[in-house]
Structures are given as structure tokens and as C-alpha cells.
Nanobody, 122 residues
Framework: QLQACGGGLVQAGESLRLSCAVS????????VGWFRQAPGNEREFVAG????????NYADSVKGRFTISRDFAKGTVYLQVNSLKPEDTAVYYC?????????????????WGQGTEVTVSS
């Protein structure tokens, strides 16, 4: 129901656009979030967007560099990641929860994609 792609190996300062194809019940509202997990670290919230109204929320560490957006026609949520730093290296996951606000904890989300790996070299 969620499929993430777009990761890759880039140099510091470069950009990527991650995509999450979302296939969920079309009635009601839901939240799509992006999380990331670096080796040895816990999975952490990166950004979230409410579908369909479009309200967003970001982790402080990515504000000003990452942008989350949605395309209704394509049923896709994007995460534009700019000015990448080596500390952004992680597996990035998209997740969804039905209804409510943008939660920043893993356990609030009901559906998870398989992850896409981002590696940033210095």
C-alpha cells in the first residue's frame, strides 16, 4: 500500500527527490509521514503531510532543507531533500495513518513502505 523510491548515493550539498506511492482507501483523511533510520539509531520522524488538506510538519533538523508535498492525481507524496549532509545518510521510510494530526512517533502509523536508502558522502 506504500512504496518508496528515489534514494541513492550523492555528495554533500546535492539533492534528491524521494517518492512514496500511496494506495489507501480514498474516503476520509490520512497523514503520510517520512521517517529515517541510520545504522545503530532509532527510526526518527522527518516530515509529515495531511491528506488532502496539505498541512505539513518537519523535524527541526531538516527544516529549510526538506520539503514534503503531494500529487493527488498520481497518489504520490514526495520528499524533496536539498543541501544533503553526511548525517542525512539513512534508510528513508514513508508511512501512513488514518485520520488525526501529524504524529511524530513510529507507533502512531499503521502502514509502512519498504524504505529507500540515501547515502551522502562528504
Amino acid at each position: 500500500q506504500l512504496q518508496a523510491c528515489g534514494g541513492g548515493l550523492v555528495q554533500a550539498g546535492e539533492s534528491l527527490r524521494l517518492s512514496c506511492a500511496v494506495s489507501l482507501p480514498t474516503f476520509g483523511s490520512y497523514v503520510v509521514g517520512w521517517f529515517r533510520q541510520a545504522p545503530g539509531n532509532e527510526r526518527e520522524f522527518v516530515a509529515g503531510i495531511m491528506w488532502p488538506i496539505g498541512s505539513t510538519n518537519y523535524a527541526d533538523s531538516v527544516k529549510g532543507r526538506f520539503t514534503i508535498s503531494r500529487d493527488f492525481a498520481k497518489g504520490t507524496v514526495y520528499l524533496q531533500v536539498n543541501s544533503l549532509k553526511p548525517e542525512d545518510t539513512a534508510v528513508y521510510y514513508c508511512a501512513a495513518k488514518l485520520g488525526g494530526g501529524i504524529a511524530t512517533t513510529n507507533r502512531a502509523y499503521d502502514y509502512w513502505g519498504q524504505g529507500t536508502e540515501v547515502t551522502v558522502s562528504s
